[in-house]
């Protein structure tokens, strides 16, 4: 094994990391005993000189260094290699019959910096640390033995890039890709544009979560909020729903919807918005002075953006979680499930339930609480890492 340069934390700093945590701050770190250039692999030491772990090095980021591993390793073809089948096996156990799912989820799989979605027969990678870009031609190897897949895209157009001093990049890496793709999620097809669309495509972390809801929307008048390529309204409406009404603000996903709508043979029951959910709940439940909302859906899916990107905007979040949440209960017929999800790592699973019982309160309804939602296994959540546990969701049945 190459010599490492070491990075020595101040006493106080190891627990975390000791527990599992792989990022290493600026401000944790007592001496670096040579210089290294940014990007390249050091050992990690608490105070005393015990090893900690290995990871990359850089002094350009507020996390200088990401751990990899708690032991030394050389960070080769074969160290991906054996990563990435690990991650891979991990979603086979749990994902059995899943032809698109997250491969690779950075710091969920021990590779912090490193995202890999596999959409069908084509690989989306998405990198946010220097270490790993500086590998890229390794890992894209790596890949291409382990998948054989017909194509390899890289989709590392996040700001979070800059914090590493990396540019934006948005490009294809190995093979062919025109136009969007056809990707199933539980036996429907869904048009995904994997150059453009959301996140490297698409929200895979909610193909569980489709299928889940979808127990509530037999013969039900459904409303999907946030609806972007269709997901939750889809399988609602293959799981029996009578109609569903799909609301998004951009034309590009209701267009898409429309087609995956068709695509399924499911056009027939549909029917759209292109339309700010905010301001069509708020035409939809004004009345006049001494009049009340008649509620018109048994089925409501809240699905929005992340409402917030820090902790100091959390107020400002919850402000807009119990909004949605106010509106869509007077929309809720009695005995009607609202289904609502919030996928901000600085909202915490309490302070978004408290968002939808204070609306309860506020409406005079009293809300029975049928099922808690979490990510799709194929992003897994370590405890110890917290800042893998983002997405969380309700489903509240309305009892009177």
Known sequence: ??????????????????????????????RVT??????????VKDHRTRLLGVGFFNSKSKIHVRILAPERVDVNEKFF???????????????????????????????????????EDVLVLQISSLGMDKRKAMIVATLQKIFSPRAITERSDIGSRKFEGLQESNEVLFGEVAGPISVKLNGLSFETDIRAGHKTGMYLDQQVNYQAVSQFAKGAQVLDCFSFLGGF????ARAGATHIHFLDQSAEAIDASKRNAAANGLA????????????????????????RVIPRFDLIILDPPSFTRNRASVPDALRGYKEIHLRALKLLKVGGTLASFCCSHHVN???????????????R????????????????IIPMIPETEYLKGFAFEKVR
Not at 233 to 236: E, K, S, V
Request: hydrophobic residues 45%.
């Open 1 to 30: 094994m190459e010599t490492l340069t070491t990075v020595i934390l101040k006493p106080g700093e190891a627990d975390r990391i000791v527990a599992g945590h792989p990022w290493v701050y600026a401000g944790e770190i007592l």
């Open 34 to 43: 040579a210089p290294i250039a940014d990007g390249e692999l050091v050992q």
């Open 81 to 119: 290699e054996e990563r990435i089948r690990t991650a891979l096996a991990v979603r086979q156990k749990h994902l059995p019959n899943a032809t698109s799912f997250r491969v690779v989820n950075a710091e969920s799989d021990f590779l912090s910096g490193l995202i890999v979605d596999k959409y």
């Open 233 to 236: 309204g889809l399988h609602a």
């Open 268 to 291: 027939e029951k549909c029917s759209f918005d292109t339309i700010n959910v905010f301001d069509w709940l708020k035409v939809n439940t004004a009345v006049k002075p001494h009049e």
């Open 349 to 363: 699973t309490e302070l978004f339930q408290d968002s939808l019982l204070s609306a309860a309160f506020d409406t």
């Open 365 to 380: 309804h009293i809300l029975r609480r049928v099922a808690t939602f979490a990510q799709s296994p194929d992003h897994p």
